[in-house]
T-cell receptor, first 112, second 113 residues
Framework: AQSVSQHNHHVILSEAASLELGCNYS??????LFWYVQYPGQHLQLLLK??????LVKGIKGFEAEFIKSKFSFNLRKPSVQWSDTAEYFC??????????FGKGNQVVVIP | DAGVIQSPRHEVTEMGQEVTLRCKPI?????LFWYRQTMMRGLELLIY????????DSGMPEDRFSAKMPNASFSTLKIQPSEPRDSAVYFC???????????FGPGTRLTVL
């Protein structure tokens, strides 16, 4: 089965700081990769996704992620965070059955 | 498009009562997923359907939980009898393909007293 690892479950940083969240997965086959964001009290929304092509993916709100196949990683980055980026971030990867597996999430708090 | 619709948004009930959660997926999406989210366990997949047929229900906690999809535009998740440990936010999501983007509904916040 596919497993998805997200480290540093709680991240606290100040506005304008840079953010990087790690995502590693176990399945070695062809993968589709996703980052979702869940703002406080809301549902999960797609931030960005990678299916094929350029491994550097641009998403909404200034987020980007890089797929590194050799490292089984799909890390999320934002150069300068805002208070409104306070949210929980989930990485998701499809496994051998095709079904998406979600990581346990990163709780990010941005201090004004 | 209205997106995935869930009802009710909030449900408060007493232990032992039956609870029914409802979901309307995005039209044209062949896959429907039910998730449960809690602080302790995070986001858990309970069951998913393909073309109204349950494919994988291995995440359903126990026999008190059941899910149906009588047609392409409606699904229910039922808990009978409900217990306090069932308190969580239940999300429904739909997708056009299994490994594609899942679109989540607003969720139902269930509190069992």
């Amino acid at each position: 089965a596919q497993s998805v690892s997200q480290h540093n479950h709680h991240v606290i940083l100040s506005e304008a700081a840079s953010l990087e969240l790690g995502c590693n997965y176990s399945y070695g086959g062809t993968v589709n990769l996703f980052w979702y964001v869940q703002y406080p009290g809301q549902h999960l929304q797609l931030l960005l996704k990678y299916f094929s092509g350029d491994p550097l993916v641009k998403g909404i709100k200034g987020f980007e992620a890089e797929f590194i196949k050799s490292k089984f990683s799909f890390n999320l980055r934002k150069p300068s965070v805002q208070w409104s980026d306070t949210a929980e971030y989930f990485c998701a990867v499809n496994g051998p059955t095709g079904r998406l597996a979600f990581g346990k999430g990163n709780q990010v708090v941005v201090i004004p | 498009d209205a997106g995935v619709i869930q009802s009710p948004r909030h449900e408060v009930t007493e232990m032992g009562q039956e609870v029914t959660l409802r979901c309307k997926p995005i039209s044209g999406h062949d896959y429907l997923f039910w998730y449960r989210q809690t602080m302790m366990r995070g986001l858990e997949l309970l069951i998913y359907f393909n073309n109204n047929v349950p494919i994988d229900d291995s995440g359903m906690p126990e026999d008190r939980f059941s899910a149906k999809m009588p047609n392409a535009s409606f699904s229910t998740l039922k808990i009978q009898p409900s217990e306090p440990r069932d308190s969580a936010v239940y999300f429904c999501a739909s997708s056009p393909r299994l490994a594609d983007t899942q679109y989540f509904g607003p969720g139902t916040r269930l509190t069992v007293l």
